[in-house]
């Protein structure tokens, strides 16, 4: 046909539908019963925003924004991820004279340009969370614990956490030194894009996904090795309190994430494979990035995860979820008296914030298989027969009962219809 999706975008089609409700559902359950509330941020910003947050020598900023000048001359980009905007928004609203620390949610989409592959997307979804205005390592140890109960909920129980520590601008750039003259050593080996790390962003020389790059990383100098005091205690504590959740962790040395405004702590969930790109959940501290974009210093911390590689997770482990069961009765009809009929009463259910429809004007088999595609839930029936008698069959799809109904009778079971509770 002539047209198609972009490359790297989807179509979720009806019967992916009960994955993104229940994920969906499932995120913000689990993120208020920690006390952070929902935030909704445009989805495009001012180009400066993620410049100045995420960091002009990233890979996202240098490559992957989808950047734009609107009519007015202004440059704009597509959000490619959702802390830069929260950071905006919880400056711009004044959230930092709130009591602190402020804990928001969020469920967005997000657009990067890259190569697309399994897990990733150009245009994606993201459920991330941020905290503001904490520096104790005990809201370090809740984030992570927000993102692992997150997936544990929904199913996927077969992952395992990695943590580690950057340091902060006091100590880093010590590490950085020592990681540059250590690379300098292995530059003929080195691929395209770390030699150019090595320039302009030598902590993401720890990030490389080549294969032939990965000796060189795993030989690399430790960045918990020259933490200084504060960031050392920070570490020590973050590791306790965790022990305190019953959370089982690893540290890794070579875990940096991927953008410039993180700080202490970085952390990553994954499923049992060795290949990073398969990470379901990431985040860590950026205790610098508020004051970065103009704001008062604030600690922060957070976390994204991509909720197509969540669902892609739920599907690899075919976890058996339920949904809540809902009413949805379509209306059969035989000649157009009864049309009319349950035109009037499909009207009226919707009325009361059912779900309802009339069944398409074919035979009485073919509505029945209309109904089973449609996932109803119930069959209103109505023909001369019924018209005439003032009593209506009422079929329950789930258990095949059948029981005959009148017209108040029907608005009454409606009404009296309780979610989730199987009714016949």
């Known amino acids: 046909m002539e047209f198609q999706a972009p490359r790297g975008t989807s179509d979720v089609l009806p019967n992916d539908q009960k994955y993104w409700r229940y994920v969906e559902k499932t995120a913000s359950e689990v993120a208020e019963s920690f006390g952070y509330r929902r935030i909704d941020t445009p989805v495009f910003e001012d180009?400066?925003?993620?410049?100045?947050?995420?960091?002009?020598?990233?890979?996202?900023?240098?490559?992957?924004?989808?950047?734009?000048?609107?009519?007015?001359?202004?440059?704009?980009?597509?959000?490619?991820?959702?802390?830069?905007?929260?950071?905006?928004?919880?400056?711009?609203?004044?959230?930092?004279?709130?009591?602190?620390?402020?804990?928001?949610?969020?469920?967005?989409?997000?657009?990067?340009y890259e190569r697309p592959q399994a897990g990733r997307f150009r245009a994606f979804h993201q459920f991330g969370i941020e905290a503001f205005g904490e520096s104790d390592p005990y809201i370090d140890a809740e984030v992570i614990e927000v993102s692992w109960s997150f997936l544990k909920k929904?199913?996927?129980?077969?992952?395992?956490?990695?943590?580690?520590?950057?340091?902060?601008?006091?100590?880093?750039?010590?590490?950085?030194?020592?990681?540059?003259?250590?690379?300098?050593?292995?530059?003929?080996?080195?691929?395209?894009?770390?030699?150019?790390?090595?320039?302009?962003?030598?902590?993401?020389l720890l990030d490389c996904k080549i294969?032939?790059?990965?000796?060189?990383?795993?030989?690399?100098?430790?960045?918990?090795?020259?933490?200084?005091?504060?960031?050392?205690?920070?570490?020590?504590?973050?590791?306790?309190?965790?022990?305190?959740?019953?959370?089982?962790?690893?540290i890794d040395n070579t875990l940096v994430r991927g953008l410039d405004y993180y700080s202490r702590t970085v952390y990553e969930i994954s499923p049992p494979t060795q290949k990073r790109t398969n990470v379901i959940a990431g985040g860590g501290?950026?205790?610098?990035?508020?004051?970065?974009?103009?704001?008062?210093?604030?600690?922060?911390?957070?976390?994204?995860?991509g909720i197509e590689r969540v669902i892609e997770n739920i599907k690899r482990l075919?976890?058996?979820?339920?949904?809540d069961s809902t009413l949805t009765i379509m209306f059969a009809h035989i000649g157009e008296k009864a049309k009319k009929e349950t035109i009037r009463l499909s009207s009226q259910i919707r009325q009361l914030g059912k779900e309802a429809f009339v069944g398409p004007s074919r035979g009485l088999r073919s509505q029945m298989r209309y109904a089973s595609h449609?996932?109803?839930?119930?069959?209103?029936?109505?023909?001369?027969?019924?018209?005439?008698?003032?009593?209506?069959?009422?079929?329950?799809?789930?258990?095949?009962?059948?029981?005959e109904i009148t017209a108040d009778g029907i608005i009454n079971f409606v009404k009296e219809y309780d979610t989730g509770r199987k009714v016949d």
């Not at 790059?213 to 020259?226: D, H, L, N, R, T």
């Not at 020590?236 to 690893?250: K, M, P, R």
């Not at 990035?289 to 995860?305: A, C, K, S, V, Y």
């Not at 449609?374 to 209506?392: C, F, Q, R």
Request: glycine fraction near 8%; charge should be negative.
């Open 285 to 305: 501290r950026y205790d610098g990035l508020l004051e970065q974009l103009g704001g008062p210093p604030t600690p922060g911390i957070g976390f994204g995860m």
């Open 211 to 250: 294969e032939s790059c990965q000796p060189v990383i795993e030989s690399a100098p430790k960045g918990v090795q020259y933490l200084c005091s504060p960031c050392e205690s920070h570490w020590a504590q973050l590791q306790d309190y965790l022990s305190n959740t019953g959370i089982a962790f690893e």
């Open 47 to 112: 180009t400066n925003l993620f410049i100045r947050g995420i960091g002009d020598s990233t890979d996202i900023v240098e490559k992957e924004t989808y950047t734009f000048k609107d009519r007015g001359g202004d440059s704009l980009t597509l959000r490619p991820e959702g802390t830069a905007s929260v950071c905006r928004a919880y400056l711009q609203h004044g959230m930092h004279n709130m009591p602190q620390p402020v804990r928001l949610f969020y469920l967005c989409p997000n657009f990067r």
């Open 318 to 323: 075919s976890v058996n979820f339920e949904i």
């Open 374 to 403: 449609m996932n109803a839930s119930h069959v209103i029936i109505i023909g001369d027969d019924e018209l005439s008698t003032g009593l209506y069959t009422l079929r329950n799809l789930n258990n095949g009962d059948q029981t």
């Open 154 to 204: 929904v199913g996927i129980d077969d992952i395992s956490l990695s943590i580690n520590s950057i340091g902060d601008s006091d100590c880093r750039p010590k590490y950085i030194s020592a990681l540059t003259n250590y690379y300098q050593n292995y530059s003929e080996s080195l691929c395209p894009d770390c030699l150019r790390r090595l320039e302009i962003n030598p902590l993401r």
